[in-house]
């Protein structure tokens, strides 16, 4: 089973995309607090969210939001200069807004999963790398597929 719960808060506000195909995504990233030792650490994990779940983090959340996301882990290795590095990212596939800051639109239902409504927003831009994603070859409309 593949499964990822974190807590943490946006870095940035979020911006929707449209993939090659014409789906709609978000790339974020999530900073997540960890304590070890009485000492915390910071995580910054770029996460990715599609569609309607997209839709409504782009249109409902700003930057230093705090969200809990559920959703997968995803893994490629990349080959630069002989060497080869993996690349971690989260696809989100529920968001649920928790607070924390007064930049958030209030919304009667704060969980955004694919059963939501959609409404498009056009937010500022992100700190996410976009050229990594490539959707052409998905046969699920929720499936993230990267460039070989």
Not at 53 to 74: C, D, Y
Not at 83 to 99: C, H, K, M, P
Not at 102 to 128: A, I, K, M, R, Y
């Amino acid at each position: 089973m593949n499964s990822v719960n974190l807590i943490g808060r946006i870095t940035k506000d979020p911006e929707l995309r449209s993939s090659s195909n014409g789906k709609s995504f978000v790339a974020f990233t999530l900073a997540v607090n960890e304590f070890s030792g009485g000492n915390q650490f910071t995580q910054f994990v770029p996460c990715f969210a599609w569609e309607k779940t997209a839709e409504n983090l782009a249109k409902f959340v700003k930057k230093g939001a705090q969200i809990s996301v559920e959703g997968s882990i995803n893994v490629r290795q990349e080959n630069a200069n002989g060497q080869y590095s993996q690349i971690v990212t989260i696809r989100a596939n529920r968001i649920e807004f928790l607070g924390g800051t007064n930049n958030v639109q209030s919304s009667s239902n704060n969980s955004f999963g694919s059963s939501q409504p959609s409404q498009p927003s056009q937010q500022p831009s992100s700190n996410f790398d976009f050229d990594l994603i490539d959707d052409s070859k998905s046969t699920n409309d929720d499936s993230i597929l990267w460039e070989e």
